[in-house]
């Protein structure tokens, strides 16, 4: 008799929230402050089989609502972190005074996402962090940022346009040899998104510079080289889908839910494991085209070995 199948489930990816404090009076809700994702970021998760949870921040004025619950009871329950864009990241969380009160960030966003980062390591979970969750990963491990690139860095080209927003874009290097390099074996450059004023400066402890901005070396991904899984890019991944002069940001999102999945398979053979369920792979989407820059450049690469 042909045993039963192993119950299994899908990933379960938390995605730290966006902050609104000065919420528009059109949206109806005076006085008080808002936590939110972008859908995109959800949906980059959920069509690769796995579930998306937005975890809640504790301000410091709802301590009430975390009395009886701390970050790890979050983490126990999720196999890997994804962290938002959105607003700068405080000067003050690594040791600086803003330039220009613009950029002054969320000191409040900060230690919440710094303490989600923290724990989901801590625990063996994978975290990936988009635009600003790039630099806050860099922050956590004792790095700096440019407060504003085209300020600090004299030399560099446009990294943001207000009014082109997700359509401004441009070509970014991989580091030989690099992890993510290796996620892109078709090519040494890629096209991504652009929508950042401030970026990478000093790297963190164990870390490593994986991607630049082509034109003016601004650090464009990063990786925590310790013990565990983190990585960081600069661009939207999630805002590539259906532009196929971008590159597809399948590669990055499967190389995070493998991990999770090696991890959350570990974990079984914990005796404390409440959730015996084995969880399911990735869903490998079908391969889109690949950008007629990134084919030209493989053809020069293929022509070089060629000739050595």
Request: proline share 7%.
């Amino acid at each position: 008799m042909t045993p039963p199948p192993e119950p299994t489930r899908p990933l379960r990816i938390g995605i730290s929230a966006r902050l609104m404090y000065q919420v528009p009076p059109e949206l109806g809700f005076r006085n008080k402050t808002l936590q939110y994702l972008e859908q995109s970021l959800a949906h980059w998760i959920m069509e690769h089989g796995a579930v998306a949870f937005m975890i809640p921040a504790v301000a410091e004025d709802s301590r009430r609502a975390a009395r009886h619950l701390s970050v790890f009871d979050y983490v126990n329950e999720l196999d890997g972190l994804v962290l938002q864009g959105g607003a700068d990241v405080a000067p003050q969380s690594y040791g600086e005074e803003p330039l220009d009160a613009r950029w002054s960030g969320d000191p409040v966003r900060d230690r919440y996402e710094l303490a989600l980062l923290r724990a989901f390591l801590q625990q063996q979970k994978p975290v990936i962090g988009v635009c600003r969750g790039c630099q806050l990963l860099n922050v956590a491990f004792g790095g700096t940022l440019y407060q504003d690139v085209q300020t600090q860095c004299s030399a560099a080209h446009a990294h943001v346009d207000p009014e082109l927003y997700d359509q401004f874009e441009h070509e970014v290097t991989f580091l030989q040899n690099t992890q993510l390099a290796k996620l892109y074996p078709t090519g040494s450059r890629i096209r991504v998104t652009s929508i950042h004023h401030q970026a990478v400066h000093k790297l963190g402890r164990q870390i490593e510079v994986e991607a630049i901005s082509t034109v003016d070396g601004i650090v464009e991904a990063i990786r925590w080289t310790g013990d565990g899984y983190a990585r960081g890019v600069q661009w939207h991944p999630e805002f590539h889908h259906d532009r196929s002069a971008l590159a597809d940001s399948s590669p990055i999102m499967l190389d995070f839910l493998n991990e999770a999945r090696e991890a959350a398979l570990d974990r079984l053979s914990d005796e404390d494991c409440a959730d015996r369920r084995v969880p399911r792979g990735p869903v490998q989407l079908p391969v889109a085209p690949a950008p007629a820059d990134v084919k030209k450049d493989a053809k020069k690469d293929t022509k070089a070995a060629a000739k050595a």
